[in-house]
């Protein structure tokens, strides 16, 4: 399979152990930039419940290789979010607010 995004596949992913464990399905996904300027991917089930405390840094690939169906995203702009309601359905973008 071709790399599917545009950002090298050591760039930053936070995620959490439930969504690497795959135990949880990765519903929301968002493409942004920290504070010092890089490039971060967020992978969540539900960003509103997210524990910061259990967070986790991945690289990118491995978040692929956890769930393929994110190679859908690998055009998302940065600023940009995509959410579905169950592994099942379509991603939905929308620029963050």
């Known amino acids: 399979m071709n790399w599917p995004f545009e950002d090298d596949e ?3 992913a936070v995620t959490s ?3 690497v464990d795959r135990r949880v399905p990765i519903l929301y996904v968002s493409h942004e930039t920290d504070e010092d300027g890089e490039v971060v991917w967020q992978f969540h089930h539900d960003p509103n419940r ?3 405390a259990a ?3 991945v690289r990118l690939d491995t978040m ?3 769930d393929s169906t994110i190679s859908d995203l690998g055009d998302l702009p940065i600023g940009w979010q995509a959410r ?3 592994d099942d359905d379509k991603w939905q973008r929308s ?3």
Request: no cysteine; charged share 15%.
């Open 10 to 12: 050591a760039t930053v």
């Open 17 to 19: 152990g439930e969504i």
């Open 50 to 52: 997210f524990d910061f």
């Open 55 to 57: 967070a986790m840094l």
């Open 64 to 66: 692929l290789s956890v």
């Open 84 to 86: 579905r309601a169950s």
């Open 95 to 97: 620029p963050m607010s």
